[in-house]
T-cell receptor
């Protein structure tokens, strides 16, 4: 039972570098989400998608981009990494029938 | 952006004790969820509540959906060492693509 898979688990970036955080789910869920979790805080929504080809901004979208070309994949792109983007990033998915979100194990990103 | 207020922020308890935590909001939610996050992992769903006044149990865990729909409570009975972690509440409004608003978390530590 893979569920939601995130890669990489850890990454260190230099300021100004770019990278893509990968997320894939095998539950055929329509909804997918990206969150960031800063130390001692709850999760804040960056972007979400209600289906392939449809994405929308969450609470903290600045500095990020997403795409949803397939039901399974929802990559998160950082174009010009900044120290403020040091955080733990979680991807989640939810089905239509039971609107409960299931989370991946997270990607720990440091921007130095 | 809104975050739900959880209390207490952290608690140290002895094995075998009962634990109570709560979550409050200035807005009404249609669904309340409780998640647990272990170190280095993503949140895992514990209990989902769908109706005001609902009381639901999952083993030693019991959660309630407040009558006003602006709060929720989680109780853990007879705590054990593996209960250690961070507990998050999350609220959901119907028709919003299952988006969640998360609480700030309650960090639970259990001593022998």
């Amino acid at each position: 039972n893979a569920g939601v898979t995130q890669t990489p688990k850890f990454r260190i970036l230099k300021i100004g570098q770019s990278m893509t955080l990968q997320c894939t789910q095998d539950m055929n869920h329509n909804y997918m989400y990206w969150y960031r979790q800063d130390p001692g805080m709850g999760l804040k929504l960056i972007y979400y998608s209600v289906g392939a080809g449809i994405t929308d901004k969450g609470e903290v979208p600045n500095g990020y981009n997403v795409s949803r070309s397939t039901t399974e994949d929802f990559p998160l792109r950082l174009e010009l990494a900044a120290p403020s983007q040091t955080s733990v990033y979680f991807c989640a998915s939810a089905g239509l029938a039971k609107n409960i979100q299931y989370f991946g194990a997270g990607t720990r990103l440091s921007v130095l | 952006g809104q975050q739900l207020n959880q209390s207490p922020q952290s608690m140290f308890i002895q094995e075998g004790e009962d634990v109570s935590m709560n979550c409050t909001s200035s807005s009404i939610f249609n669904t309340w969820l409780w998640y647990k996050q272990d170190p280095g992992e993503g949140p895992v769903l514990l209990i989902a509540l769908y109706k005001a006044g609902e009381l639901t149990s999952n083993g030693r865990l019991t959660a309630q959906f407040g009558i006003t729909r602006k709060d929720s409570f989680l109780n853990i009975s007879a705590s054990i060492p593996s209960d250690v972690g961070i507990y998050f509440c999350a609220g959901q409004v119907s028709g919003t693509a299952s988006k969640l608003t998360f609480g700030t978390g309650t960090r639970l530590q259990v001593t022998l």
